[in-house]
């Protein structure tokens, strides 16, 4: 098979017209896989269960009774669990570790006949903007393996830019999908916090994590938004409502949209990822829409009240990690004590050992209100004044990242350069509003991809997609 898919429909077509067979497809995934190993996107292929999987599909296709999926070869991040399958959140604290139940999300691709194809890698406890954090090596960028994919979803990004499978899931705390999918060429979407859940994804900061896909297309993503959204009675933080509809129509109204001077102005900001910018503001404005730069001046401000909450978040989240009932423990433990700081100095890498830490500090007694009181009262501002945007405007505009994908390295050595990675992906998080990050340009001096990101008002991610997809015709 020469063709690369980009789509279900490319391949349900080829599947209809007898030009392929699901066995075939699922061997050139895996074939796919084999020769790009060395970028370490997978910590686990499930290669017999992908091809029992296509067998089964396969004749459920030509029986006529096949799901909305068949056909979708996908993969998991590690921290999404599938039952009877390890899932170790690229994390030396979870060896071992096998899931005994599947989240929500790998049920309903399951039910509509997805097959997941394996697990993917990332930064641990999805804490990182390069990749660089997991505890099983980085992940290289397919376009130039000097590069990073981005984090913290880089393996399941590259799985789909290297063509090791048609789409992915990942998770995004605060750019967790869509820097690595602007990084890949790709589109990757944070939904609107509370129309995905969270039972089954191993939680780094809860009240900012969602999951969310990876595609070469619009209309896959449409697809598997449609079908991973909607209730669920597990997570009590969701939205109780049915999935989102995603028809996808480019013929759309003119949109009132916004795009953000402070980004603009960014004195980090690559001057090419600003002339593109500029050229889409005139695209939109061609089309129709009516395209208007406003002031944000918190922009400053919300990376480090995101890092204080999701910190904060954190330590509480990872105290379950204990060396006592399941995964890694210490083979120096002597007693309960011993155990417990062995275990989790010895299971945990050194990026999460220092949000952990930071996030106790954070909420200490004596330090509570002047840092983690203080940050939720800026959340607020920050959410408050991104939905006042919306009383004027359908849309906000920014580049999704300021650089494209930099060195391996380039940046490991300095923390805060690392987080100011995720400086215009961290509003949508804070506000809890949908994000989609998509394929725009080209960079001209090194030919990496150049994403751009628009943000709606909740529930709006159907109006993104149409968007994005009008841009690109």
């Given at each position: 098979m020469e063709k690369r898919f980009s789509s279900l429909t490319q391949i349900r077509q080829q599947l209809s017209e007898a030009?392929?067979?699901?066995?075939?497809?699922?061997?050139?995934?895996?074939s796919r896989i084999e020769v790009y190993r060395h970028l370490n996107a997978f910590l686990e292929v499930f290669e017999q269960e992908a091809r029992e999987a296509a067998a089964v599909i396969g004749k459920k296709i030509s029986e006529g009774r096949a799901g909305k999926l068949a056909g979708m070869v996908i993969a998991i991040k590690d921290n999404i669990v599938y039952k009877g399958h390890a899932s170790t959140a690229s994390s030396k604290i979870l060896?071992?570790?096998e899931s005994l139940f599947s989240a929500t999300v790998v049920e309903r691709l399951l039910a509509e006949d997805v097959i997941i194809i394996g697990r993917t890698n990332c930064d641990e406890f999805a804490m990182g903007a390069s990749n660089e954090n997991s505890a099983y090596g980085p992940v290289l960028n397919a376009l130039d393996e000097s590069r990073v994919p981005g984090g913290s979803s880089g393996g399941s990004a590259v799985a789909v830019q290297a063509d090791m499978c048609l789409a992915a899931l990942g998770?995004?705390?605060g750019g967790s999908i869509r820097q690595p999918a602007a990084f890949t060429g790709l589109y990757g979407m944070y939904p609107?916090?509370?129309v995905v859940s969270r039972w089954g994804l191993i939680a780094f900061a809860s009240s900012f994590d969602q999951i969310g896909p990876f595609t070469s297309s619009v209309s896959d993503m449409a697809l598997l938004l449609s079908i991973i959204t909607g209730a669920?009675?597990?997570?009590a933080t969701m939205y109780q409502r049915p999935a989102l509809q995603m028809e996808i129509n480019t013929e759309q109204k003119p949109l009132r949209i916004a795009y953000i001077k402070d980004c603009l102005e960014h004195e980090g900001l690559d001057p090419q990822i600003r002339s593109a910018t500029e050229t889409?503001?005139?695209k939109l404005e061609q089309k129709g829409h009516e395209v208007k730069g406003i002031g944000f001046p918190y922009l400053d401000n919300m990376v480090p009240c995101?890092?204080?909450l999701t910190t904060a978040e954190a330590s509480s989240n990872l105290s379950r990690f204990s060396g006592l009932t399941y995964g890694y423990r210490s083979a120096a433990a002597t007693d309960l004590e011993s155990t417990f700081k062995k275990s989790r100095t010895e299971g945990f890498g050194t990026e999460v050992k220092r949000r952990i830490m930071l996030g106790t500090f954070v909420l200490s007694s004596d330090y509570y209100d002047a840092y983690y009181t203080k940050a939720q009262k800026i959340r607020q501002l920050i959410r408050s004044k991104t939905l006042d945007i919306f009383k004027d405007f359908d849309v906000i505009l920014t580049p999704t990242t300021s650089t494209p994908a930099f060195k391996i390295g380039e940046k490991s050595s300095n923390p805060v350069a690392m987080y100011l990675a995720d400086l215009f992906t961290v509003q949508a998080n804070l506000a809890g509003i949908p994000a989609l990050s998509f394929p725009y340009a080209t960079h001209p001096e090194n030919g990496l991809?150049?994403?751009m990101q628009l943000m709606g008002n909740s529930f709006s991610e159907a109006m993104l997609l149409n968007l994005a997809q009008s841009i690109a015709e």
């Open positions: 030009k392929l067979t699901l066995p075939e497809l699922v061997d050139y995934y895996l060896q071992g570790f998770s995004d705390t609107t916090y509370g669920d009675e597990h997570d889409l503001i005139s995101y890092q204080v991809p150049i994403g």
